[in-house]
Nanobody, 121 residues
Framework: QVQLVESGGGLVQAGGSLRLACAAA????????MAWFRQAPGKEREFVAA????????YYTDSVKDRFIISRDNAKNTLYLQMNSLKPEDTANYYC??????????????WGQGTQVTVSS
């Protein structure tokens, strides 16, 4: 089992950058595939990016390719999402998830509480 806590959200102007972090408690973080999802008001939760346990393989939804970078530091039990060239449509509550590398949120058994990202135009 793993407990997840996100941080790094906030208010940023369009074109700006933010780096989200997801700290994991538990000795087995390095064995989990991880992902970021987001949910905007009135919308379903959507897949953003995923990374395998080693950090060597990553996946992105098309809308964030070339702007967002998912990474992990297994020595620090931390997952990251570097978000560049932010757009107002990136505004959402961002969640980290553990236990799969799928795009479907139902495939992930472990979730953080989320961190809010707001991009102003």
């Amino acid at each position: 089992q793993v407990q997840l806590v996100e941080s790094g959200g906030g208010l940023v102007q369009a074109g700006g950058s933010l780096r989200l972090a997801c700290a994991a408690a538990g000795r087995t973080f390095s064995s989990y595939n991880m992902a970021w999802f987001r949910q905007a008001p009135g919308k379903e939760r959507e897949f953003v990016a995923a990374i395998d346990w080693s950090g060597r393989t990553t996946y992105y939804t098309d809308s964030v390719k070339d702007r967002f970078i998912i990474s992990r530091d297994n020595a620090k039990n931390t997952l990251y999402l570097q978000m560049n060239s932010l757009k107002p449509e990136d505004t959402a509550n961002y969640y980290c998830a553990a236990g799969s590398i799928a795009t479907e949120d139902a495939r992930y058994p472990y979730w953080g509480q989320g961190t809010q990202v707001t991009v102003s135009s």
